[in-house]
């Protein structure tokens, strides 16, 4: 079955500590990304990537940190200089449509992130 | 810079009824695609429907249905024979480029 997966599914952190959460696909997608969901609100984009090896800042990076090493495999470190980092990350990703422009995006099942 | 409103925080429908979530988007580019996503309390982001903004023709898939107005920048979605499990969340999203870029959303809720 393609598809992306993201483990854990809940993760608990104390202040302080780094956490990595893991993002993987068997899709042959080029684009991955990864959004931070807060309680009733919508998705806030945290970083993404286009090709390996390489990866962009989004709308809310600071206190994130990514890697891209292999097309199937999209990390999220989240570190002890993020504030507020309890909520719900989602990873998604995408296929390459030409040059410049992507398609839909297809999401992974989520974590839920609790700092203790 | 490209935006995605959705003015409708919060919807309820009768079951078997239908109801209509709206939409409106900001954007100079020509070519670019509208999605709407489905967000049930799983919390996983479904796709419910997508339309090139090149197509004049509304996509439709089954009991989803839009109507994408390029004009005037509106892209509705239209749910027919609405079911219990269409409750959830409801996120409308854009993308020209790279960056996906979503609405607020709207919950919608359905009474049997």
């Known amino acids: 079955d393609g598809g992306i997966t993201q483990s854990p599914k809940y993760l608990f952190r104390k202040e302080g500590q780094n956490v990595t959460l893991s993002c993987e696909q068997n899709l042959n997608h080029d684009a991955m990304y990864w959004y931070r969901q807060d309680p009733g609100q919508g998705l806030r984009l945290i970083y993404y990537s286009q090709i390996v090896n390489d990866f962009q800042k989004g709308d809310i990076a600071e206190g994130y940190s990514v890697s891209r090493e292999k097309k199937e495999s999209f990390p999220l470190t989240v570190t002890s200089a993020q504030k507020n980092p309890t909520a719900f990350y989602l990873c998604?990703?995408?296929?390459?449509?030409?040059?410049?422009?992507?398609?839909?995006?297809?999401f992974g099942p989520g974590t839920r992130l609790t700092v203790l | 810079a490209q935006t995605v409103t959705q003015s409708q925080p919060e919807m309820s429908v009768q079951e078997a009824e239908t109801v209509t979530l709206s939409c409106t988007y900001d954007?100079?580019?020509?070519?670019?695609?509208l999605f709407w996503y489905k967000q049930p309390p799983s919390r996983q982001m479904i796709l419910v429907i997508r339309q090139e903004a090149y197509k004049q023709q509304n996509a439709t898939e089954n009991r989803f249905s839009v109507n994408f107005q390029k004009a005037a920048k509106s892209f509705s979605l239209k749910i027919s024979d609405s079911q219990l499990g269409d409750a959830a969340m409801y996120f409308c999203?854009?993308?020209?480029?790279?960056?996906?870029?979503f609405g607020t959303g709207t919950r919608l809720q359905v009474f049997p």
């Open positions: 999203a854009y993308i020209s480029t790279d960056k996906l870029i």
């Open positions: 998604a990703s995408s296929t390459r449509v030409a040059g410049s422009v992507f398609d839909e995006q297809f």
């Open positions: 954007t100079s580019e020509s070519d670019y695609y």
